[in-house]
C-alpha cells in the first residue's frame, strides 16, 4: 500500500485478508470462490457478511457497519474495497471516474496486439449471461484495456486496466477477441481442465473519502499464476508485481 502507513495484516474467516483499514474506509484481498454479496442461495459465506462480524464484533477501528462500494465476481480474487460510514460511501461512489482499476488475467492463446483497448456495449440475457452488442439502447458502454506482460505454455498475462464498471466485463471483452480467461466456464471453454477463474484484481487507487490522500493498495496474485506462467516475472511487470 502507497500514501499511507502498512497495517497489520488480518486474516478473516473465508480467509478474507484486511490489508487497510482506518476509521472510514475496508479494503480486503478476497479469495476466489467468496461471494461480494449474498445471493437468495448462500447469505453467509460473503465477504460483506463476513466484514459486518467483524466490525461488530469489535474492530481495531471504530465503527459498526460496512457499505458496499464495488463488486468482484465470485471467482475472481483480489482487491475489495468498502466503506465505513454512509458519507464515505457517497464520495468513493461519486468519484468512481478516477478510480484507477487493474487486474491480472491469463488467457488462453496470445492476442495479436500486444496492447489495445476494447469497446462495446454490454447487455444481460435472462439467463443473466452478458454479451456484447453495437445497440446503445440495450447496452451499456463498455470499455477495457489490456497490455501483454507475458506469454508461456500457449496462455498470456495480461495487465488488464478496467476503465468502465460493468458486469463480468473484463470476461466478456477477452473472450469477444478470442483469448478467454483460463478457467472461465461461462464465457470461455465450459469443458475446462482449470478448476478457477484466472483472474485477479491486483490493485487500486483512490482519493481518501475524508482526507483526500491519494492511496494505492495491492494484493499479490495467488499460486495458480506462477503454475501457469512459470515463477519469472515478467519484464514489464503490473502494480502488484513491482516492488
Not at 457499505?67 to 465476481?73: A, M, N, P, S, T
Not at 466478456?172 to 461461462?186: E, F, N, Q, S
Request: hydrophobic share 35%; aromatic share 6%.
Amino acid at each position: 500500500m502507497r500514501g499511507d502507513r502498512r497495517p497489520k495484516r488480518s486474516v478473516l474467516e473465508g480467509g478474507l485478508v484486511i490489508l487497510y483499514e482506518d476509521n472510514d474506509i475496508l479494503v480486503v484481498d478476497k479469495p476466489a470462490g467468496l461471494l461480494t454479496i449474498a445471493t437468495p442461495t448462500e447469505k453467509s459465506q460473503t465477504a460483506y457478511f463476513i466484514l459486518t462480524d467483524y466490525v461488530r464484533k469489535g474492530s481495531p477501528k471504530s465503527g459498526t457497519r460496512v457499505f458496499i462500494v464495488h463488486r468482484l465476481d465470485r471467482e475472481t480474487s483480489g482487491v475489495l474495497l468498502f466503506a465505513k460510514t454512509p458519507e464515505a460511501k457517497l464520495k468513493l461512489q461519486e468519484a468512481w471516474t478516477t478510480t484507477e482499476k487493474h487486474y491480472l488475467a491469463v488467457v488462453e492463446g496470445r492476442p495479436v496486439k500486444k496492447a489495445d483497448t476494447i469497446t462495446s456495449y454490454l447487455a444481460e440475457d435472462k439467463a443473466h449471461r452478458v454479451y456484447s452488442t453495437t445497440n446503445s439502447r440495450t447496452g451499456r458502454l463498455a470499455s477495457t484495456a489490456y497490455r501483454v506482460l507475458k506469454v508461456a505454455k500457449g496462455k498470456t498475462l495480461l495487465d488488464v486496466h478496467l476503465l468502465t464498471g460493468r458486469k463480468n466485463q473484463i470476461r466478456v471483452h477477452l473472450a469477444d477477441i478470442g483469448h478467454p480467461v483460463v478457467g472461465d466456464r461461462k464465457y470461455g471453454n465450459a469443458k475446462g481442465p482449470h478448476a478457477r477463474l484466472a483472474l485477479h484484481a491486483c490493485s487500486i487507487s483512490f482519493d481518501h473519502p475524508v482526507s483526500g490522500q491519494r492511496m494505492t493498495l495491492e494484493a499479490q496474485p495467488p499460486p495458480l499464476f506462477s503454475k501457469f506462467l512459470g515463477p519469472n516475472r515478467p519484464a514489464t511487470e503490473p502494480p502488484a508485481l513491482r516492488r
